[in-house]
């Protein structure tokens, strides 16, 4: 299978506990985003890489999160001291800058966190 | 700021009734418009992508198209297996958006036999 893929598909654990989330995109794209789901909406973007720089980050990407990519291939989402409020899927995508297609971004299955 | 409004929230359609999705914008210029499907419980699937004004792509029983301020996305004859959630995104050409999708809150089918 050639498609994003993530890992854990599933995580729960007690609040004020660090969960780490990986990453591993299509092999030869060169961006990838993270993105958070709630239940009835849709995804909201949290960050994104280019290789391995971090050229982007949003306002919900608080100083509790952190992401890495530190060889431009695969990328970890680190959450610390867990919130009931960070329950939600933490989705994957990668994309490639050469194209086409160059700007279409290819989902992953999705981590789904429940902090207790 | 950027918006993405998708109209019904939700749609019931019986098996070969075709219907339109419609994906409302607001962007300070747009680099591209995305539709994704998603099954309960699994990322977006990439469908199509869209860049300018009179641009159609077609893909089995769904067409999209665009136009300066909305999206369609066109069902044909739909099918049970056609029922998800249609997500539809924008992709800002400001450079102070960079590459991030800004969705809409995505629309569920249900397609009954």
């Known amino acids: 299978d050639t498609g994003v893929s993530q890992d854990p598909r599933h995580k729960i654990t007690k609040r004020g506990q660090n969960v780490t989330f990986r990453c591993d995109p299509i092999s030869e794209h060169n961006r990838l985003y993270w993105y958070r789901q709630t239940l009835g909406q849709g995804p909201e973007f949290l960050t994104y890489?280019?290789?391995?720089?971090?050229?982007?980050k949003s306002r919900l990407l608080s100083d509790r999160f952190s992401a890495e990519r530190p060889k431009g291939s695969f990328s970890t989402l680190e959450i610390q001291r867990t919130e009931q409020g960070d329950s939600a899927m933490y989705l994957c995508?990668?994309?490639?800058?050469?194209?086409?297609?160059?700007?279409?971004?290819?989902f992953g299955p999705g981590t789904r966190l429940t902090v207790l | 700021e950027d918006q993405v409004t998708q109209s019904p929230e939700a749609l019931r359609l019986q098996e070969g009734e075709s219907s339109s999705l419609n994906c409302s914008y607001t962007?300070?210029?747009?680099?591209?418009l995305f539709w994704y499907r998603q099954d309960p419980g699994k990322g977006p699937e990439f469908l199509f992508t869209?860049?300018?004004a009179g641009e159609e792509k077609e893909k089995e029983r769904l067409k999209a198209t665009l136009t300066k301020k909305e999206s369609f996305l066109h069902i044909t004859a739909p099918k049970p297996e056609d029922s998800a959630t249609y997500l539809c995104?924008?992709?800002?050409?400001?450079?102070?958006?960079?590459?991030?999708?800004?969705f809409g809150k995505g629309t569920s089918l249900l397609v009954t036999p």
């Open positions: 962007v300070s210029g747009l680099r591209g």
């Open positions: 890489f280019q290789n391995e720089a971090q050229l982007e």
């Open positions: 995508a990668s994309s490639s800058v050469a194209g086409p297609p160059y700007n279409e971004q290819f």
């Open positions: 995104a924008v992709q800002a050409r400001d450079s102070n958006s960079g590459y991030a999708l800004n």
């Open positions: 869209l860049y300018s």
